[in-house]
């Protein structure tokens, strides 16, 4: 690549609004759902780390040999935050990651509050 044009990647964080409570408070289902993008979207997961809290919102840092997905969760607020970044090494990586962070919208029935794109 030429080191005049290159661009690191794409960073998205998003604020969703989630009315399905159960969808915040469902840490395993959100592993499943995230495990099938990882494979739909051809990514390699290095590891992950999960924290459930008392009131059963999680906290998920996903991290892939790309870079990776984080979420928050807080149901008594019905919301979410969503971090996707995707390093662009070998190739262009910002429609990946703008069409996986729409999965995520799609899998949580979402609206989304916040939107910030980066280019990194």
């Known amino acids: 690549m030429d080191q005049n044009t290159y661009s690191p990647g794409l960073h998205k964080l998003v604020t969703l609004q989630v009315d399905e409570v159960d969808l915040l408070t469902n840490s395993s289902a959100f592993i499943e759902?995230?495990?099938?993008?990882?494979?739909?979207?051809?990514?390699?997961?290095?590891g992950i780390i999960t924290h459930?809290?008392?009131?059963?919102?999680?906290?998920?840092?996903?991290?892939?040999?790309?870079?990776?997905?984080?979420?928050?969760?807080?149901?008594e607020f019905r919301q979410l935050t969503l971090d996707v970044y995707l390093c662009n090494y070998l190739?262009?990586?910002?429609?990946?990651?703008?069409?996986?962070?729409?999965?995520?919208?799609?899998?949580?029935?979402?609206?989304?509050?916040?939107?910030?794109?980066?280019?990194?």
Not at 33 to 46: A, G, H, R, T
């Open 33 to 46: 759902f995230s495990e099938k993008i990882i494979q739909d979207f051809e990514l390699e997961k290095v």
């Open 52 to 75: 459930n809290f008392e009131n059963n919102s999680f906290t998920i840092a996903i991290c892939l040999k790309e870079s990776h997905i984080c979420i928050h969760t807080w149901p």
């Open 91 to 120: 190739q262009d990586n910002t429609q990946k990651v703008k069409s996986i962070t729409n999965e995520f919208v799609t899998f949580f029935k979402a609206i989304v509050l916040k939107d910030f794109e980066i280019n990194r």
